[in-house]
């Protein structure tokens, strides 16, 4: 069972902290679909001090996302530590994890992100100095090192727990990969071997069977799913069936898809009005319709709309086609 300081989860399965997806919309979903912990998307830690508006509502946790990982980024000791305040004691997240994966450009030129898997002794003054300051208990979300010639992983997660740190987790490629090239599961093993504290195992997890194998082969504590569960949250739920059943559930049906996009949609109105959420909402709808015959073509016409109303028809005229071609080929066959 995973738990992170007093916090236990109903299971190992965890939805990674994708910046501009993990918002309160989509977390819900995941949660629904059985997902044992969440974590919302990166928030800078001046962002958060400086309380710009649309940082601030990043922090916004529905009750019933719980538990839930708030995730804070930055390059400065002090500015970060006040920002881990404000979620410590401002917020209803139960965890405060600290962003040392993220290896865009932007992030890594403050001194924050990735940027940190150089200094194992930066990685233990910056947790040390938050762990000192909140009641929350505090995690890491790391890559495995900067480059191939810098790779930390072991050493980087023993600072993390010399700080005090109640959890890691490990992606398991480099800064200079980014999402290419095969996660080293490897690396994952040698940190579990190395600490006490829980460790996830992150990278390359496309299948609930591929989970299984990273949680038998690293003897990681959780496994956590990102780009997979995009417009796919049913992966959350399949991994959780089969890591406790051994058996897999049916993959979704092209309407079942169709209407948790729309259920997400509706709650990203709620979230965001309706303008911002439609155009934030295409992504969503081609990770949604990704590998249905003609989704090329639908794709291009959501993009073009601004209502809810002319989304909604498209994708259910789109999926009653769909449905009636499949029709027509089974009574072929």
Same mark, same amino acid.
């Given at each position: 069972m995973l738990k992170i300081g007093d916090i236990t989860m109903k299971n190992p399965v965890v939805l990674a902290p994708m910046a501009g997806v993990c918002n309160p919309a989509f977390r819900l979903i995941a949660k629904e679909f059985g997902a044992g912990l969440v @974590?919302?998307?990166?928030?800078?830690?001046?962002?958060i001090l400086y309380k710009n508006q649309k940082s601030l509502q990043m922090l916004y946790v529905d009750e019933r996302e719980k538990p839930l990982s708030l995730q804070i980024f930055g390059g400065d000791k002090?500015?970060?530590?006040?920002? =881990?305040?404000?979620?410590?004691?401002?917020?209803n997240a139960d965890i405060?994890?600290?962003?040392?994966? @993220?290896?865009?450009?932007?992030?890594?030129?403050?001194?924050?992100? =990735?940027?940190?898997?150089?200094?194992?002794?930066?990685?233990?003054?910056?947790? =040390?100095? %938050?762990?000192?300051?909140?009641?929350?208990? %505090?995690?890491v979300k790391m890559r495995m090192g900067w480059d191939e010639d810098h790779i930390y992983a072991v050493e980087n997660a023993q600072a993390v727990e010399r700080a005090g740190g109640q959890g890691v987790a490990v992606h398991g490629r480099?800064?200079?990969?980014?999402?290419?090239?095969? =996660?080293?599961?490897?690396?994952?093993?040698?940190?579990?071997?190395?600490?006490?504290?829980p460790v996830i195992g992150n990278g390359d997890v496309k299948t609930p069977q591929d989970a299984k194998r990273l949680l038998e082969t690293t003897k990681a504590d959780g496994v956590m799913i990102g780009r997979a569960a995009l417009g796919n949250p049913w992966m959350l739920y399949r991994t959780v069936q089969f890591l406790e059943t051994g058996e897999l559930s049916p993959e979704p049906t092209p309407r079942e898809k169709i209407d948790v996009c729309m259920l997400h949609l509706d709650r990203l109105i709620a979230l965001k009005g309706e303008r911002v959420a439609i155009r934030e909402m295409r992504k969503h709808v081609a990770w949604y319709v990704k590998g249905m015959h003609g989704a090329t073509k639908v794709k291009d016409q959501i993009n073009q709309f601004e209502s809810k109303e002319m989304i909604e028809a498209t994708l259910y005229g789109f999926i009653e086609d769909f449905e009636a071609k499949q029709g027509e080929e089974s009574a072929v066959r």
């Open positions: @974590c919302a998307e990166m928030v800078s830690d001046k962002a002090k500015t970060l530590v006040e920002a =881990a305040k404000v979620v410590d004691q401002q917020t405060i994890d600290i962003n040392m994966g @993220c290896p865009v450009p932007k992030i890594t030129k403050c001194d924050a992100g =990735a940027k940190w898997l150089l200094d194992p002794n930066k990685i233990y003054e910056m947790v =040390a100095a %938050v762990v000192d300051v909140v009641k929350k208990p %505090v995690t480099t800064r200079v990969q980014m999402y290419e090239g095969i =996660a080293d599961w490897d690396i994952i093993r040698q940190v579990k071997e190395a600490v006490n504290i």
